[in-house]
């Protein structure tokens, strides 16, 4: 019995158990659809740049970045579309900007130049929150080297004090 006792082996049963709990806890939760159908509404409610065309569209869930376990923070669902032709990215910005406030209060960042496969041009994010609600634009599909220039808008329940 006392060989099974020592660090070497307790040390990775202990991990392997919790890692394994950890899987059948985010199996058997799975994506809370109560989640999904309210970040499906936050969506339905934002609406889209006129003359959009969605290209895609998916929820998962999320584990926040101080997680050690892969145990289910949210569940985040997230809606790509398709401008008109010719549709700058801060056109995108400032029509949403200008329709959600002040409802909703905003945050806008600016990406690296270059950044995740970028042309020079930088992207735009802008975080929108309210109440328990997170909402996120990121226009870095309309500046990288697609087939097809795309923004996102992502909405996911608020878990404490920021988004």
Same mark, same amino acid.
């Given at each position: 019995?006392?060989?099974?006792?020592?660090?070497?082996?307790?040390?990775?049963?202990?991990?392997?158990?919790?890692?394994?709990?950890?899987?059948?806890?985010?199996?058997?939760?799975?994506? +809370? #659809?109560?989640?999904?159908?309210?970040?499906?509404?936050?969506?339905? +409610?934002?609406?889209?740049?006129?003359? @959009?065309?969605?290209?895609?569209?998916? #929820?998962?869930?999320?584990?926040?970045?101080?997680?050690?376990?892969?145990?289910?923070?949210?569940?985040?669902?997230?809606?790509?579309?398709?401008?008109?032709?010719?549709?700058?990215?801060?056109?995108?910005?400032?029509?949403?900007? @200008?329709?959600?406030?002040?409802?909703? @209060?905003?945050?806008?960042?600016?990406?690296?130049?270059?950044?995740?496969?970028?042309?020079?041009?930088?992207?735009?994010?802008?975080?929108?929150?309210?109440?328990?609600?997170?909402?996120?634009?990121?226009?870095?599909?309309?500046?990288?080297?697609?087939?097809?220039?795309?923004?996102?808008?992502?909405?996911?329940?608020?878990?404490? +004090?920021?988004?």
């Amino acid at each position: 019995m006392r060989r099974f006792l020592r660090p070497a082996i307790v040390i990775p049963a202990v991990a392997v158990l919790l890692f394994g709990a950890g899987i059948v806890y985010a199996v058997t939760t799975g994506l +809370d #659809s109560g989640a999904v159908d309210k970040n499906e509404q936050v969506l339905a +409610d934002v609406g889209v740049y006129p003359d @959009s065309k969605e290209v895609g569209r998916n #929820s998962e869930t999320f584990a926040g970045a101080e997680a050690a376990l892969p145990v289910p923070k949210g569940v985040v669902t997230t809606a790509a579309f398709a401008p008109p032709e010719g549709t700058d990215q801060l056109e995108i910005v400032n029509y949403f900007l @200008s329709r959600l406030r002040p409802d909703w @209060s905003a945050e806008v960042e600016r990406s690296l130049a270059g950044a995740a496969g970028t042309t020079t041009e930088r992207s735009y994010r802008v975080t929108f929150s309210r109440s328990d609600q997170c909402l996120i634009l990121g226009t870095a599909g309309m500046v990288a080297d697609l087939a097809q220039p795309v923004y996102t808008l992502s909405a996911y329940g608020r878990e404490g +004090d920021s988004c």
